[in-house]
């Protein structure tokens, strides 16, 4: 929240150095590698503007503010959002740096939509409560929106490669910031069937994954897509 004023003044002053000085503040701030290097566009739609005409006595006013910003940034370190609250928090799963962009719409002083588009690869990725360890990923790519004020998280699509085992899901995770929910469909191709276990998340039939766990080894599943839906306290699927 703030407010910039310009004014047009009869007597000859002193140019502002408001301006100047902001400039100066983004050129430095991206050549030191700061956090306003990620952002390369700032878009500004219906502003609030104030027009106080004192030569006429009269003052034109205009509102409804509306902000778009779009980043685009490489290498960001996910680790950041791990703490992050709403849909934001998701960027904690990745563990190795990203890149990609994000857009994200202000009105007021909420967020009315957020979308974004990802890429990373040689690292893991993890969800808390879904899997007992992160799994390592050659490469990932992802691009999805942040619904209902950071609530939930629909992911239009994710493609990954865990090293040879190629896993596409579409969806949306609910409950972001507690107890966490999915439905959509997940498509595996070339999965070990050792390696089992470790993709079926623990919430997900746990008595059929523990059978399957101690009982098959050895094989490949070639091609496996199904619908899952995983609620908050009572999974199924």
Known sequence: EGRISLGLKSKP??????????????????????????????????????????????????????VTLDLVFKHLDPAMFASAKGGLQALGWFKMPVAGTFRLKIKGATVTDASFDLTGKDGAIGIPGYYDQPLAVTLFKTRGRVLDEG???????????????????????????????????????????DDLPKFWPRALKANARNWVAENLSGGMVRSLDMRVELKHDHPSG
């Not at 002193?14 to 991206?30: E, K, Q, T």
């Not at 507690?178 to 439905?183: A, S």
């Open 13 to 66: 002053s002193r140019p502002s150095r408001f301006m100047p000085g902001l400039l100066r503040a983004l050129v430095r701030d991206r050549r030191d590698k700061g956090p306003l290097r990620l952002m390369t566009t700032v878009r500004i739609e219906n502003a609030e503007l104030n027009i106080d005409d004192r030569y006429l006595g009269r003052v034109w006013r205009s509102r409804n503010l509306s």
């Open 151 to 193: 609530r939930r998280l629909r992911v239009e699509k994710f493609e990954a490669d865990f090293r040879g085992t190629k896993v596409t899901i579409s969806g949306v995770f609910s409950g972001l910031g507690g107890p966490l929910g999915f439905g959509g469909s997940v498509a595996i191709e070339t999965l070990p069937v």
